[in-house]
């Protein structure tokens, strides 16, 4: 099929920017390639039909890592989404930007085109926010974001004892001051609907015939003339098929997919695909490599009085919550997963925020809480995590075929730092957990509960108790320096005619949720890519 002038691998949330930003130009032809299905189920655009979203292997691929010490000696899990959209059509919607000095560490890595200068620019074009234009905030632009307008006697209670605790409220959490702060996070959520990468920017481009959308497709590699990537190789409806790209292959198929295709296609370490029996195309080791992923764990409160959402989603109340949503666009079921955010620092030192509590106005039954039933009783959550985390593991696959599973070693824990943030964080939420007007609403800490209190016992119940986030980044790591996978302009080292761009490719964690920034550098590499 084809020649197409860019084929672009993976329609998720940075796969839809590009897909929509380089197919404005009537003169270049695009080809975006999905391996999942199209996102018109109806719980792909009801907030929180995420529930229900992520248990249906349908709309998900789940990988689990290897077993390890810190994640008592069981397999985690990393979801990502299988649909059009990617993980932004079945994730929370919180909407985490990142801050200046997040992306000018990037750039000291990565090259100039990754500042907050760049970044800053890119959300102010893709955005409409409902806080209106700002620095690095867009009033004009495909996404809508909005933050949440309901206020409640228990999120005031939230916002004024972290006031009390010294996280300024603020009514921009993404204020770009590197400052902690207290807030209603910002979600991708408008008119009661989801708002995706693919809802914002592929299907405003859907109609345009330079633009061709294949699902149901999985790519399985990258194949080449001589040292120049020709095209992209891919597995659908039982038959292999060759997609011809006349300048350039961009990959953009997860932080946990991408370096699987680079490997399949002959790019890794030699070792390991002379081992699998792939030929050598380029020899680089970093592929695969440096990967970090946020682990985290909820905590809970009872309340002690009827203030939470439990109810809404339990029996005929979830009737209710359901049937209020399709009839208004609005309750319940109209919210993200997680509706506050505080950043703060977990104790003195840090020139910036290293951890991020995320807030949510019910609690579940069982600790490992994503899919799980809200509780009887009225309570709250907070998801904790240090957001800088300095351990590292890597992705490889096992197998020449693409079905099979990768094999991810989080490395959860290896670095001293990152346990000693999120101890701290543990102590530090408990200050705020007593700080007044909340105390006064709280009847008990359930989780991890007050019986946990040595560093070691906090450590124990994160590493039996927590969870991956979902922001995996690294594994195809751009860098100034020649040993990094990608140059500062997304090109894979070694080869010519072939881009990575999404999660994979960065050097470490904007400091919180990964959807936005894939977005904006998604936006900003547009640019990159169009200036040649």
Known sequence: MGPFDYVIVGGGSAGCVLA?????????????????KRDNHPFVHMPKGMAKLMQDPEHISIFATEPEAHTG????????????????SVNGMVYVKGQPADFDGIAD??????????????????????????EGRGAAGPLQVTVPQAR??????????????????KEDVHQPDDGEGIGYVPRTVARGRRQSAAVAFLHPAKRRPNLTV?????????????????GVEVLRKGQRERIAARREVILCASCVASPGILERSGIGDPVRLETLGIPLVHANPAVGEGVSEHRGM???????????????YRGWRLVRSVLRYYLTRSGAMASAALEMRAAFRSRPGPNRPDAQALFAMHSHELTTAMGKLPEKRH??????????????????????DPATPPVIVAKYGSHAEDRAVIVDAVRLMRCFAAREPLASLIEVETQPGRQVE????????????????LHAVGSCRMGRDSDSVVDPELRVRGVTGLRVMDTSVMPVIPAGNTNAPTMAMAWRAADVIRRG
């Open 298 to 312: 909820y905590m809970q409160w009872h309340l002690s009085q009827p203030l939470s959402e439990n109810l809404d």
């Open 214 to 230: 294949i699902t149901k497709a999985v790519a399985d590699k990258v194949y080449f003339d001589g040292k120049r990537a020709a």
């Open 152 to 169: 409640t006697p228990l999120t005031e209670a939230i916002a004024q004892a972290g006031a009390a605790n010294g996280w300024p409220i």
């Open 73 to 88: 000696m069981r397999p985690d899990y990393w979801v990502r989404g299988k649909v059009l959209g990617g993980s932004s």
């Open 379 to 400: 309570g709250f959550s907070a998801l904790i995590y240090p957001l800088r985390p300095q351990s590292q593991g890597s992705i490889h696959i096992a197998s020449r």
């Open 20 to 36: 929509g930003r380089l197919s404005e130009d009537p003169a270049i032809s695009v080809c975006l390639i999905e391996a999942g």
């Open 454 to 469: 040595s560093d070691a016992e906090i450590l124990d119940y994160l590493d039996n108790n927590g969870m991956a986030c």
């Open 109 to 134: 890595l990565a090259g100039d085109d990754w500042s907050w200068q760049h970044i800053a620019r890119a959300y102010e074009e893709m955005e409409t926010h409902s806080l209106g234009a700002g």
